[in-house]
């Protein structure tokens, strides 16, 4: 009968004739969960949010409320507001605009909200690339872990087609 490893060190030896010293940390991270029974642990997303802090999180809303169609629409409007209320209905009312044109006031707002928008975009940008590589390696530890169970399967149908060879041939050795 074909012995079951049962630890991650046996499983090493039999599956890929290594030492388990030997073998990469991912390696050994999917024969100890082969060995225990275990599925693959939590997914991409779910271990990049155990890791997020406050700032991350913040990071990653700011850059998808500042990429959206919706924010560049309402900004536009925003914008247009600025310029017809700076310009022709401050003006119609007899009162002096508070940011004349050429809109020096609002050039200096758009200038400040790009100097804090693009650094904490890129922040996001880098978490996802984070997040990438966790599923990155997640993905390979599925596949190893697939790789690993078909060896695992394959020797055992090799142990019994050796086993039914074995009993067909002392069967056969008994009619004659």
């Known amino acids: 009968m074909l012995k079951t490893p049962r630890t991650p060190e046996e499983l090493c030896e039999e599956l890929l004739g290594r ?16 060995s225990s029974g275990s599925v693959v642990g939590p997914d991409a997303l779910e271990e990049a949010a155990l890791h997020a802090s406050f700032g991350d999180r ?18 536009g409007v925003v914008l247009l507001a600025w310029m017809l209320v700076n310009g022709r209905i401050l003006d119609s009312l ?21 100097a804090i928008q693009a650094p904490v975009i890129m922040m996001s940008q880098n978490r996802q690339a984070a997040r990438d590589r ?27 087609f ?10 056969a050795g008994e009619e004659t």
């Open 162 to 171: 050796e086993y039914l060879e074995a009993r067909a041939s002392a069967e």
């Open 58 to 75: 913040l990071a990653d809303r700011v850059a998808a409320i500042g990429g959206s169609w919706g924010f560049i629409m309402g900004f």
């Open 19 to 34: 030492k388990f010293a030997d073998v990469d940390p991912e390696e050994q991270r999917v024969l100890e969960r082969i």
């Open 94 to 114: 007899g009162l002096r605009p508070f940011d004349a044109y050429p809109y020096i006031f609002l050039n200096l707002i758009l200038s400040m909200l790009a």
């Open 134 to 160: 966790i599923s990155a390696r997640h993905d390979y530890e599925v596949n190893l872990r697939t790789q690993l169970e078909l060896i695992r399967l394959h020797k055992r149908f090799d142990h019994l």
